[in-house]
């Protein structure tokens, strides 16, 4: 079999990547996406051809107007197959501590974002899925331990 008839029988995941960004009092930026009924961390599918980080910078420029370079990788999230949905890998990237001024340039696309908010663990819980919540604790506990983790369906594996 040609290199290339063996690629094609190789399983398709989705994949994607999002940022964790703080602010100096340790909240967490989330966004309000204007077709999902929960909010989300800045972030998005990752194109053919292009690597999570290059994906993560791009979604930072697209949604929030930001040109962040984000820091290492803090959680990969294996997520299972279900209803409409194939499985996918999800990375959570490090943004670091967004400044006042940095913040104050923050611009959304209306088509795409409906808002944003700085949130506490607890309001951030409350506003996202509870998969995404438990991807954002795991990130959250992975930069204060200057670690990594990998997850699969949100839940800690190693």
């Known amino acids: 079999m040609a290199n290339d008839d063996f690629a094609a029988t190789l399983p398709r995941k989705r994949m994607g990547a999002a940022v964790l960004l703080s602010d100096d009092r340790g909240r967490v930026l989330?966004?309000?996406?204007?077709?999902?009924d929960y909010w989300e961390i800045p972030g998005g599918a990752v194109e053919a051809d292009?690597?999570?980080?290059?994906?993560?910078v791009r979604e930072l420029k697209e949604e929030l107007g930001l040109p962040?370079?984000?820091?290492r990788l803090l959680v990969t999230d294996w997520v299972p197959p279900r209803p409409g949905r194939n499985e996918g890998l999800l990375?959570?990237?490090?943004?670091?501590?967004?400044t006042a001024e940095q913040t104050a340039q923050i611009r959304l696309p209306a088509e795409e974002l409906r808002s944003w908010a700085w949130c506490t663990e607890q309001e951030a819980g409350?506003?996202?899925?509870?998969l995404l919540a438990r991807r954002i604790v795991a990130a959250l506990r992975t930069r204060a331990k200057n670690t990594a983790l990998y997850?699969?369906?949100?839940?800690?594996?190693?």
């Not at 990375?91 to 967004?98: A, Q, Y």
């Not at 997850?151 to 190693?158: H, I, M, R, S």
């Open 68 to 71: 962040v370079q984000p820091g």
């Open 126 to 130: 409350e506003r996202l899925s509870e």
């Open 151 to 158: 997850l699969e369906n949100g839940l800690f594996v190693a």
């Open 91 to 98: 990375m959570v990237f490090d943004g670091g501590v967004l």
């Open 30 to 36: 989330l966004v309000e996406p204007t077709y999902k």
């Open 50 to 56: 292009e690597s999570p980080y290059t994906a993560v």
